[in-house]
């Protein structure tokens, strides 16, 4: 079946118990993005993020990778149809919007990562990475440059020496040395297990309206010094004590229950 056949099919989503998996689904491809799979993840994405029951998103890939990157098919087409693929994907929508969602993001990256793939695994707020997965940012090594916004992602994560090593040299990351250098937060046998483990106990357990004023001081403290971001965060500390989260995470305790919280992302 091509994309054109059923681009529906080409990411699944699905929503457990608070927990919206989304599924890359190209396995024959090892999820390698065409223009149609794009198109659908974004607006898989934008659609997640906008329902109340999807308190934290974990993506993955089917079969054995995670995403390799843009189709070697498409990259074989040349300059001329790689220059028309990137001025009519918005990029801004896929890994600019992932990045500010209000929503957790998990990675459950279950297999090679490369290039463009690699880039998207870093949008992510936490990755777990299974044993077989690889990480490779292959840029310098094809003659191209760091895509997709990998220079301002990378040393984000890693710290900005090391994204410098690993982007200028192209290198394979394997699953080790992901954990060792915080590129992942865990390595496992199955990065999927892992993740949606994670992903249940937030939902479960955390604040709605926590996790998106907290995904909102993360975005504001990039550009802002201390002093101001200190100001911003007592800001938002009086706003969080008229919310009634804290009330119900107390009353839950002394009930030996889960707390019930209300979707929350949209209060003052």
């Known amino acids: 079946m091509s994309d054109a056949d059923d681009p529906r099919s080409l990411v699944l989503s ?37 329902d109340p029951q999807a308190r934290v998103i974990v993506v993955t890939g089917a079969g054995k990778g995670f995403c390799a990157g843009a189709d070697l098919a498409l990259l074989a087409q040349g300059p001329d149809a790689l220059e028309g693929f990137a001025s009519e994907f918005d990029a801004e929508a896929l890994f600019a919007f992932t990045v500010s969602m209000t929503t957790p993001v998990v990675m459950a990256i279950n297999g090679a990562a490369a290039g463009a793939g690699f880039v998207l695994a870093l949008t992510g707020d936490v990755r777990f990475a299974s044993r077989q997965a690889l990480f490779l940012s292959v840029f310098s090594r094809l003659g191209l440059t760091a895509e997709y916004g990998a220079a301002w992602l990378l040393p984000r994560v890693v ?100 707390p019930r919280f209300m979707p929350g992302a949209d209060r003052d």
């Not at 999820?31 to 198109?39: C, D, G, R, V, Y």
């Not at 009330?247 to 889960?258: F, K, N, Q």
């Open 14 to 50: 699905e929503i457990t118990d608070g927990v919206c998996l989304i599924t890359l689904n190209r396995p024959e491809r090892l999820n390698a993005m065409s223009p149609a799979l794009l198109e659908r993840y974004t607006d898989v994405l934008h659609a997640s993020e906008a």
């Open 159 to 258: 710290g900005p020496a090391r994204a410098r090593e690993l982007l200028l040299s192209g290198r394979p990351i394997d699953a080790d040395e992901a954990l060792r250098i915080g590129l992942v937060s865990g390595v496992s046998e199955s990065a999927l297990d892992a993740a949606m483990d994670w992903a249940r106990d937030v939902a479960a357990h955390c604040s709605p309206a926590s996790l998106a004023a907290m995904k909102s001081q993360f975005a504001a403290a990039e550009g802002s010094d201390l002093s101001t971001h200190l100001a911003e965060s007592l800001e938002w500390m009086s706003r969080s004590f008229q919310w009634p989260d804290l009330d119900e995470a107390l009353a839950a305790r002394d009930e030996g229950r889960p």
